[in-house]
């Protein structure tokens, strides 16, 4: 089955605080592509990565980083030195044949 | 630009009137899709759309309709809303379906409410 699994609903840290939100997939494919969205409080999505399976190297970018890991079917997303402005759900996303498949999402709320 | 439109944005009706949601991509695209997010369950897929006179049923496709007549716009059809299609609903688009991995662009979102 293609499934993507976020167990964390809503993780709340203070400013400048280190924070990963989990993903867990599961896939029939030997090659799938991975994703991870952003949804700040006005609503839209906002794409920050995708990764082939091909490739399992950590990826940073600035503050945010990824840790892809085949062995545990894991995708986990970190947030460095958080700011308020990260304050959004984050949702997970695995590549099925004609669709993304979604995680339920994690809410981030980062406090000043 | 390069970008997803969606209107309206919000959207309050009634239960039984007709309304469509449109959607137009200025990427010539080919492949568009029909997303509704609601709490506890992330997005879903409604339907899609390969190309031009080309469109499948997602994962939750009853009471929906969609027509691709151009390439450039997918509209979103409820022929007779009820109040369980209240959610938030999300167009997206990219280069040619999902098979290569490509970067899926999404429209802002229409937040609908049917009361």
């Known amino acids: 089955a293609q499934k993507v699994t976020q167990a964390q609903t809503e993780i709340s840290v203070v400013e400048k605080e280190d924070v990963t939100l989990d993903c867990v997939y599961e896939?029939?494919?030997?090659?799938?592509?991975l994703f991870w969205y952003k949804q700040p409080p006005s609503g839209e999505l906002v794409f920050l990565i995708r990764r082939n399976s091909f490739d399992e190297q950590n990826e940073i970018s600035g503050r945010y980083s990824w840790n892809f890991q085949k062995s545990t079917s894991s995708f986990n997303f970190t947030i460095t030195a958080s700011q308020v402005v990260d304050s959004a759900v984050y949702f997970c996303a695995l590549r099925d044949t004609d669709k993304l498949i979604f995680g339920t999402g994690t809410r981030l709320q980062v406090f000043p | 630009e390069a970008q997803v439109t969606q209107n309206p944005r919000y959207l309050i009706t009634v239960t039984g009137k007709k309304l469509t949601v449109t959607c137009s991509q200025n990427m010539n695209h080919e492949y568009m899709s029909w997303y509704r997010q609601d709490p506890g369950l992330g997005l879903r897929q409604i339907y899609y759309?390969?190309?031009?006179?080309?469109?499948d049923k997602g994962d939750v496709p009853e009471g929906y309709k969609v027509s691709r007549k151009e390439k450039r716009n997918f509209p979103l059809i409820l022929e007779s809303p009820s109040p369980n299609q209240t959610s938030l609903y999300f167009c997206?688009?990219?280069?040619?379906?999902?098979?290569?991995?490509?970067?899926?662009?999404f429209g802002q979102g229409t937040r609908l409410t049917v009361v």
């Open positions: 896939t029939r494919d030997t090659t799938y592509y």
């Open positions: 997206a688009s990219s280069l040619s379906g999902m098979g290569i991995g490509t970067e899926a662009f």
């Open positions: 759309s390969m190309n031009v006179e080309v469109t």
